[in-house]
């Protein structure tokens, strides 16, 4: 029988800029009974990353939070009163452009982090530096999704792992080949991880065992469709 395993890794401090996440994470592993080892996934929520490269924005005020939106939007394609959707720099389309005002004690907002596959990059090399042990990395985010209530957990950076795992080609359960499977195996990974991790426990990193994935230099924003097969905008 197949199964996995997610275990949240707690102990991790408030984040600011400068901080080694990296770091951070190491330190807090090794107060649980918990290695990283060979076929893990490291997820981590953007929001860590995004403070320790100092993408925080000071200040409360409305204006100050729709002018960061404005600045962070590639553009617009939706408001409806104070929701803002907006496509980002690298071309996600999500809420108010990525910019996000829970979990910042200062009373700020946090803004998504310019690189996030290359912010995925230096946590995988600098772990695999420190124990020898090469894990897949995924940076995450909670995003909305068109048609449907409610959020999930994302990928929006990712290293030492393709995002999408192709199917088309291959035989279904009953022989017939599939067209246009491809299965968006980052983001699941990283709605399983937040599963643990939650909204409100201050967790912001987990370990996800025994998915199966495949090794490779891909990114996030492989997932993001293109606008010529986009059709609801």
């Not at 449907?148 to 017939?176: C, E, L, N, Y």
Request: net charge negative; aromatic share 4%; hydrophobic share 45%.
């Amino acid at each position: 029988m197949k199964s996995i395993q997610i275990f949240a890794v707690a102990g991790i401090p408030e984040i600011v800029p400068g901080d080694d996440v990296a770091e951070a994470i190491l330190e807090a592993i090794e107060q649980t009974p918990i290695e990283l080892t060979d076929g893990d996934v490291l997820v981590v929520t953007h929001k860590i990353v995004s403070k320790a490269e100092g993408r925080v924005i000071d200040g409360t005020s409305d204006e100050v939070y729709r002018a960061a939106v404005e600045e962070e939007a590639r553009s617009i394609l939706r408001r409806r009163g104070d929701l803002t959707i907006a496509e980002t720099r690298h071309g996600f389309i999500c809420a108010n452009a990525g910019v996000d005002r829970s979990n910042v004690p200062t009373g700020g907002a946090v803004l998504l982090p310019l690189d996030p596959d290359r912010s995925a990059h230096r946590i995988r090399v600098r772990l695999r530096r420190a124990t020898g042990t090469d894990v897949p990395v995924i940076i995450s985010d909670t995003f909305g999704r068109p048609w449907r209530t409610g959020q999930t957990d994302i990928a929006i950076g990712v290293s030492g792992m393709k995002a999408i795992a192709d199917f088309r080609g291959k035989p279904d359960a009953h022989g017939r080949l599939m067209e246009a499977t491809e299965v968006a195996i980052v983001d699941e990974i990283a709605a399983a991880a937040d599963l643990v991790m939650g909204k409100v426990e201050s967790v912001p990193v987990a370990i996800v065992r025994g998915v199966a994935w495949e090794s490779g230099e891909a990114r996030a924003t492989d997932l993001v469709r293109p606008a010529r097969e986009d059709l609801f905008r």
